[in-house]
């Protein structure tokens, strides 16, 4: 096979969830920029809105559906619409997610679940949905994005680290489960990316300096910068492509190194 050939997505679908910003627009970009014919998924009609006219601008044709992760019957109904209008869902990026920044005795049960609910059962249901279909083709390609808190705690993040310690565990069962059937599942471990989600770790103080967290990171990522959605997105391709075809089970983590770096010496 060729290398273009190997990396192409060419006419397949995939469905990218909470592809309206961040991380899923970016990876829903490399898609389609690969060749991949693009749905999303968010949860309010404004952002919706704003993201067509986004993907448009950027000359891609994606459909965007309003569907919240958590509903299975909702996405069940997703995946169906998407079989018709589309075609049958060959790749998945379980992307949809949500962090609650509360130290653990003051976090109630409630919002643990939530978090756990949109960030862990949010995939699994997703995957739930997409795999007959996948069964039925002969092949797919599932892309869990998991986070340094797949591997690591902090203070205020329980119920996020739970949440994708599992999502790790979910890649590797879902692996395990359909590995046989010719399924690729497998997880990108983002580092700390500039998105939305992380904008308040940013925030600039009274005095114009960076955010202690914000200098944090950046001395404890040997890259010594943050990440941007874009360096996700040679990776969201690869996983998605054939290139990946005896690639399963793994997460790969793109966090200019700080998995490997023990912080530095006072
Ligand atoms: P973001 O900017 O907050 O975007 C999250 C997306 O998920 C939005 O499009 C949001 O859209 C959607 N979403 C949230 N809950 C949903 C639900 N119940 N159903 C459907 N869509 C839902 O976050 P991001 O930083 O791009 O993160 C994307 C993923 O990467 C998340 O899983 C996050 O945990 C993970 N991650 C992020 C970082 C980072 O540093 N930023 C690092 C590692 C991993 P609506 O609000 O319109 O629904
Ligand atoms: C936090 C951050 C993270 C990142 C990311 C790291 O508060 O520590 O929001 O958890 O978003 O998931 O990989």
Known sequence: MDLNQMFSLEGKVALVTGGAYGIGFAIAEALAGAGAKIAFNCRSQANLDKALADYQAKGIDAKGYICDVTHEDAVKQLVARIETELGPVEILVNNAGIIKRIPM?????????????????????????????????????????????????RETVSAYAAAKGGLKMLTRNICSEYGEANIQCNGIGPGYIATPQTAPLRERQADGSRHPFDQFILSKTPAARWGTPEDLMGPAVFLASAASDFVNGHILYVDGGILAYIGKQP
Do not use: Y
């Open 105 to 153: 005795l003051e976090m109630d049960a409630e919002d643990f679940r939530q978090v756990v609910d949109i960030d862990l059962v949010g995939p699994f249901i997703c995957a739930k949905a997409v795999i007959p279909g996948m069964l039925k083709l002969g092949r797919g390609k599932i892309i869990n994005i998991c986070s340094m808190m797949s591997e690591l705690g």
